[in-house]
């Protein structure tokens, strides 16, 4: 990982706690994607705002995995992948590491 901290609710900005507060009642555990994001509360608060809105879109459960795979209805395709690049890019920077539930997807880069 760089040198970007991985908060949890003791460690964040006072603004930031309620927030990681919420990860861990939404998800149960509080990720590192949103440790990292937790430095900058209001980038976690508009990462978690763009989560409730995309959620609640007219989508399916299938259709909103589908949209974070490939295009579909341009405007709320967009909500969608403006959350997930937000997320993308903190974790490449961050060097954020896989969270343990999410491990068996891990992609890494074959040996030539």
């Not at 970007?4 to 603004?15: G, I, Y």
Request: proline share 4%.
């Amino acid at each position: 990982m760089s040198g970007f901290t991985l908060h949890d609710q003791n460690s964040a900005a006072e603004a930031a706690s309620p927030l990681l507060k919420q990860s861990q009642q939404a998800f149960g555990m509080i990720s590192g994607r949103h440790g990292v994001m937790a430095e900058a509360p209001g980038l976690l608060e508009g990462y978690q705002v763009l989560h409730g809105l995309f959620v609640s879109s007219s989508f399916s459960a299938d259709e909103k995995t589908v949209v974070w795979q490939t295009v579909k209805n341009v405007l709320e395709v967009i909500l969608g992948l403006s959350r997930k690049i937000m997320g993308n890019y903190t974790n490449h920077i961050a060097r954020t590491p896989v969270d343990e539930p999410f491990e068996r997807f891990a992609w890494s880069k074959k040996q030539s």
